[in-house]
Each structure stands twice: as structure tokens, then as C-alpha cells.
């Protein structure tokens, strides 16, 4: 059973930076597909970023320039550091994994708030 566990939330002012970390377990982290999604109230959940396994990164056109997706394979971890947060950026931030058989799992998210 995939297991993904995200921290890193909390309550920022606009401009200033947060980091996500997402821990897997049950899978084998380092061939998966690995992203970071959100959903803000009233509002569908929305790709942010997404670091493949062959080490291509893809960003949401709305955090190009101010997000980084990393991911460490030894330690089963996938990172999103946030930079000059935006009150638009207020979410809860899911993390998701692909793997290569086609299952996707999802964490329990955790909020962010970017106060102005």
C-alpha cells in the first residue's frame, strides 16, 4: 500500500517562502511520476508541478519562476520550495504519485495561507 506523507504547511505572508516535503513509502519511489497539485476553495484541483522519473520537470504557468520541484530518490522524498508567495497561491497542497503500472496516490494534503 502507497503511503504519502506531506508537510511544510503553515501560514505565510505574501512574498515570503514555504517549503513542501512529501515522504513515500510502499512504492518504488525512483520510477514513479511524482507531483504536487492544490486546490484552493470553490476551485478544482490544479497541477502545480510534476518532476518525472526519467528527471523532467513540468510548472503550472501561474508558479513558473517562483516554485522548485526536487525530489530525492534515496530518501523517498519529492520537494516543492515556494518562493514570493502570492495570497493566490492560499491551497491545499496534495502530493501525488504515478507509478509506471499506471496507479496513482494521492497524500492527505496540507493547507498553505499567504496572507496580504
Known amino acids: 500500500q502507497v503511503q504519502l506523507v506531506e508537510s511544510g504547511g503553515g501560514l505565510v505572508q505574501a512574498g515570503g517562502s514555504l517549503r513542501l516535503s512529501c515522504v513515500a513509502s510502499g512504492t518504488i519511489f525512483s520510477t514513479n511520476t511524482m507531483a504536487w497539485y492544490r486546490q484552493a476553495p470553490g476551485k478544482q484541483r490544479e497541477l502545480v508541478a510534476l518532476?518525472?522519473?526519467?528527471?523532467?520537470?513540468n510548472y503550472a504557468d501561474s508558479v513558473k519562476g517562483r516554485f522548485t520541484i526536487s525530489r530525492d530518490n534515496a530518501k523517498n522524498t519529492v520537494i516543492l520550495q515556494m518562493n514570493s508567495l502570492k495570497t493566490e497561491d492560499t491551497a491545499v497542497y496534495y502530493c501525488r504519485a504515478d507509478s509506471r503500472s499506471g496507479r496513482t496516490s494521492w497524500g492527505q494534503g496540507t493547507q498553505v495561507t499567504v496572507s496580504s
Open positions: 518532476f518525472t522519473s526519467s528527471g523532467s520537470t
